[in-house]
Structure formats: C-alpha cells, structure tokens
C-alpha cells in the first residue's frame, strides 16, 4: 500500500484528526483499555455514560464501515463501574477490499492514544460440536488462515519489532480469572475457551472446511480479530479477546447461515455479554 514512513504519516494524521473530532483534550480521563466490537455487539457501546462520539469516516484516512451490524464509529466514554474505554463500534475486514494496514489502522491509533490493553471481540460460527450457538468463548489462541500478514512490509522500528513473538498473546492469567469469576458468580452466562480461526471470508465455510478446521485445532471459525491481534501486540498493547458464538459451522446443523441472522443472535445474548465485557474491564482496571 504504502513505504513505512507514509503508513506512520497516515497514522499520525488519523490521530491528530480523531482527537480534533472526539475533543481528546477535553478528557480528563484518558482511558488506558480500548474494546472492538464485532457484529450485532455493539449495545455496549450505546450503554457508555458522559459519551464523545465521532464516525469512521469522519477521520481522516479512514472508510466507512461497510458491514451490516457495524456502526462504524469511535465512541469514548464510561462504563457502569465508571472506568473510562475508548471503543471502535465496528471494525474493518479484509473482505471489504481492505489492505490490511487499513483495518489495523485503529489498533495504530490506539497505540497512539496511549492504549494499554485492548479486548477484541467478535461474532462467530463454532466448529467444535461440544460449544453451542448462544456461548461466549474466551479466546486463548489463534489460527491466521488469511494467507497474509498484517506486519508484511512494515519494518520499521517506530512501530514495534519486526518479528513478533506470539506467546501467550491473548493473555492467558486474565482469561483464568474471568472464566473463574464466571463460575463463581454468573453461572448463567454460557462461557468457554478456545482457539479462534481468522479465514477471508465473506463465504461462510464449507462443511468439508468446518471440519478440517476443526481438525487443525480450531473450535471458532470468523473472519477478523487475529490480524488487529497480531498488530497489537508488535505495539505493545496487551490483548483479550471474547468471541459470542452466533451459530453452528457448515455440517454442524441443517440450518442455512445469513449474516442477519448472525446479527440477530448478536443482539439476543448482548445483556449477558455487557456483562462479560464489563467484568472484563474491571478485571484489566
């Protein structure tokens, strides 16, 4: 797309122009953790108090948002805990068109904004017959299936190394203490753990495809998260990752997929996922 020292151009200038548009100044409590939401979850968002809000497009260097169930905004605010949290309601994905440092951008930014720890979260189809539609799995791992990186091209220091270690990348201690408090204190809520597969989409996958997934270790099949993952942690930000399982993969049910309905699912389970991504919160604060 571009030499290293336009992308970091590009970044400095959709930073200067998102704080000009949300009044960055103005806020005396700088957040230190960011959330991404992914389809039909962006209720959280809505549900923040004190509010600064401001569209994808209104930021210099970045597209609309172009997929159903992503508002496509940035939004600032407080949490009923009253923990300040900048949030993309929306996100970017390699479907659309997209080069990937384009829908890593916000992870850039972020970093920018002094971000220190960001929760990605996204909607998802299961590829592991023992999780069901309607469960929330705690991401421990990743499978990048997308045939690219979000770091090819970018060698350049002043974004992070080069080669980037992936060790316990969605950070293992937070999501024992999480799914621990769930147990203890919201049985209700469905939660498990696994790994989560990243492929280009906008297909769903087959169901020779779910399967073969499922054989390489993968037990959530969606399309993003990983490479806003990877790019975090080369800048340094600490990562979690929360994944609302909306429905069953390819030869898993008879029951054909649409995104609507994804969406759906998306919106049905946000009660219990605002409580999950608020415990999370808690948790990182």
Known sequence: MTKNSDYIQIINEATTSLKDKIDWDSITQKPKIALVLGSGLGKFADDLKDKKIVSFEDITHFPPSGVPGHAGRWVYGLTENNIPV??????????????????????????????????????????N???????????????????????????????????????????????????????????????????????????????????????LGADALGMSTVPEAIVARQAGIKVNGITCLTNYGTGLSDQPLNHEEVSEMGKKRAPQFMILVNEMVKLLS
């Open 86 to 127: 900048l949030v993309a309601q929306g996100r970017y994905h390699f479907y659309e068109g997209h080069d990937l440092k384009i829908i890593t951008l916000p992870i850039r930014v972020m970093k920018e904004l002094g971000i220190e720890h960001v929760v990605l979260t996204n909607a998802a189809g299961t590829a």
């Open 129 to 215: 017959p023992d999780f069901h539609a309607g469960d929330f799995m705690l991401i421990d791992d990743h499978i990048n299936f997308i045939g690219h990186s979000p770091l090819n091209g970018v060698a350049d220091e002043r974004l992070g190394p080069m080669f980037v270690d992936q060790s316990d990348l969605y950070i293992k201690k937070n999501n024992d203490a999480l799914y621990a408090l769930c147990q203890e204190k919201h049985a209700d809520i469905p939660v498990c753990r696994g790994v989560y597969c990243c492929s280009m989409g906008p297909q769903y996958e087959s169901a020779a495809e779910v399967k073969m997934f499922g054989q």
